[in-house]
């Protein structure tokens, strides 16, 4: 089983659409969450950090569940540009040390 | 501000030959890592420097890998005798701080390598 899993996609939607993305993670050690974005070509950004308590920015929410080991990403009225690959990335103990681990993306495509 | 730079932005190598990666973090940053992304993949750790500390090395792939962080800033990632499975993109981050914690990591552009 992979340490940070996620949904490949891709997923296509229409403009103005919600779209929720979904990662589970194996580690139970894990300490911080966040959801980075990659554009084609081009290095991850940070989209958001994930806290237990939920977050919300904008037309993005990101949810925590430490129980079940599951962080998801919720965009609505989706944009155009949001189309992109969205990376869910977990630093988690590690033997000793911390790692930081990358989901493999979900790639999401906002079409007129 | 200036971000995390990394040159050169392409390399193109004969299978066999070494090559050298380099990695300008943000200045102040303590944290700095490696990754290589291969194409439609996602990013594989190679290796993280923090601080003063002994980096920890156990994402690399084999020990034709290795890297050195001097004065604990830039960092230049060796790839000895390359193999045509080293063609990937290889991508540097810093953060100021250390992971574990709420740690925003930024990246390079990446030094896109093709071993033919």
């Known amino acids: 089983r992979k340490e940070v899993e996620q949904d490949p996609g891709p997923f296509n939607v229409p403009e103005g659409a919600t779209v929720a993305f979904n990662c589970t993670y194996s580690n139970s050690a894990s300490q911080s969450f966040f959801w980075y974005r990659q554009d084609c070509r081009k290095e991850p950004k940070l989209l958001m950090s994930?806290?237990?308590s939920g977050n919300e920015d904008g037309r993005f929410t990101a949810q925590l569940n430490r129980a079940s080991q599951y962080i998801s990403l919720l965009i609505r009225d989706s944009k155009l540009s949001d189309s992109a690959t969205y990376l869910c990335?977990?630093?988690?103990?590690?033997?000793?040390?911390?790692?930081?681990?990358f989901g493999a993306g979900t790639r999401l495509f906002v079409k007129a | 501000g200036a971000g995390v730079s990394q040159s050169p932005s392409n390399k193109v190598t004969e299978k066999g030959k070494d090559v050298e990666l380099r990695c300008d973090p943000i200045s102040g940053h303590t944290a700095l890592y490696w990754y290589r992304q291969s194409l439609g993949q996602g990013l594989e750790f190679l290796i993280y420097?923090?601080?003063?500390?002994?980096?920890?090395k156990s994402g690399l792939p084999s020990d034709r890998f290795s890297a050195e962080r001097t004065g604990g800033s830039v960092s230049t990632l060796t790839i000895q005798r390359t193999q045509q499975e080293d063609s990937a993109v290889y991508l540097c981050a810093s953060s100021i701080r250390l992971a574990g914690t709420y740690n925003e990591q930024f990246f390079g552009p990446g030094t896109r390598l093709t071993v033919l």
């Open positions: 990335v977990v630093n988690a103990l590690i033997g000793g040390g911390f790692k930081t681990i």
């Open positions: 994930v806290y237990s």
């Open positions: 420097f923090q601080g003063n500390s002994a980096p920890d």
